[in-house]
């Protein structure tokens, strides 16, 4: 059974940080980009950033030099380290194991159950 599992979300004050992870099943973790996405209230589901097989990471302007995205292979564990956090970053936060290279990212059919992060100004 695939499983994706966050953790590490809650409230902090603008200007603070979070770290999120994401723990996968081996099966899929080890085939599959790795990416975060979030989702805040009456908004569309957003891709935020993803990490490749090879560790190669990309952005979302909007979270570009504040947001660094991280595999351990070992532990089959996504991170994302966000700091300087604004209160436009609160959402809800999503990981999902697809495709993704240089240029795009293409979301797998699993996803995370979600974990909420708030930014209080």
């Known amino acids: 059974q695939v499983q994706l599992v966050e953790s590490g979300g809650g409230l902090v004050q603008a200007g603070g940080s979070l770290r999120l992870s994401c723990s996968a099943s081996?099966?899929?973790?080890?085939?599959?980009?790795m990416a975060w996405y979030r989702q805040a209230p009456g908004k569309p589901r957003l891709w935020v950033a993803h990490v490749t097989n090879g560790g190669s990471t990309y952005y979302a302007d909007s979270v570009k030099g504040r947001f660094t995205i991280s595999r351990d292979n070992a532990k089959n564990t996504v991170y994302l380290q966000m700091n300087s956090l604004k209160p436009e970053d609160t959402a809800v936060y999503y990981c999902?194991?697809?495709?993704?290279?240089?240029?795009?990212?293409?979301?797998?059919?699993?996803w995370g159950q979600g974990t909420q992060v708030t930014v209080s100004s």
């Open positions: 999902n194991a697809g495709q993704g290279g240089s240029t795009y990212y293409t979301p797998g059919y699993y």
């Open positions: 081996k099966s899929i973790f080890s085939v599959s980009a």
